[in-house]
């Protein structure tokens, strides 16, 4: 097993108003051949300021700059200027109870607009590049448990989530977000289960195809943005712990070391899939694009992980705890 990675614990911060500036700090070396090294730069706390978020479901980085944060708890989104000031909450349509809404992702247009994926309604918020509520789009197809959220350079958005009627998880939907299609079987697993199954997505910079990643059972599938497969990483990795839910009377209780979450990335040709444990703790897994395993185990705390990139800056965020806070860091050459 190879462990690498970096401890927030060793980093030296000055705090003026929420921001953080990295003022002494080891760099984060690779250690696996052809990861890139990263070194860490500024970092914010949303809890810290006028915005008080609870917890950071997502982060997006819109065509200006500026920074979108969406919490999950409060259901809003927070926008920050690039060195992390707060400036404003989006406002969410007219109409809908906060309620009947549950936002888990959120992407960029390249247009300096914003898209929000609602699970609990089923349907996206677009707004357009004045931050205003420009439409609100249904599905049309019956989901659960949505995960992943991208969107791809042709401008057809992908959805991870459990399809309850046709038993697909990948759902394609038009720059409009007008339903296309669905792919990718469900596994065949209990439904608590199948609420973890869905998993995440990435899309391939180099020729635009999809990775996606889940956990239940542990698997990366390869494939077109048409749904036409090409391969499979199905290797589980040394220490992976698979989720077991056991029914307790009306209650679903989950092993406390189960893997519960995942996102994929495509880093310099390898295929970084990280996954977080119920205890908090993160590992990595990187494979080669033609399934070979090239480490596993690796410790995910480091910004290869769970982390949104923009050019040669990393933008990670931290879901909860202590101080959920937002680091960007810089990939160097």
Known sequence: MVTSGWASSCLRRVRTAGIFVVVAAPTFAATVSGLPELRPGTAFSPRATAAATRTIADVDILADGRIAVLDFDTRRVAIFGSNGGFERFLELPAGIPPEDMVIPRLVARPDGGLILADDGGRRFFFYDRSLRH????????ETISLNGFVRHPSGDLFVVALGTANQKILHRFGANGRYLSSHVDAPQVSLAEQTLSSGQLAIDPDDGTLWLSRLTPYEVVHLTPEGVELGRLARTPDGFVAAKPDRVGSLVRWSPNFSASSKIAIIRGLVVNSYVL????????????????????????????????VGNDVYVHHFNGPEPRVEVWREQP
């Open 134 to 141: 420009e439409a609100t789009v249904p599905f049309t197809i």
């Open 278 to 309: 119920q205890s908090g703790v993160r590992r990595a897994d990187v494979f080669r694009r033609d399934g070979t395993l090239v480490a596993s185990g690796l410790d995910a705390t480091s910004p290869l992980g769970f982390a949104k990139r």
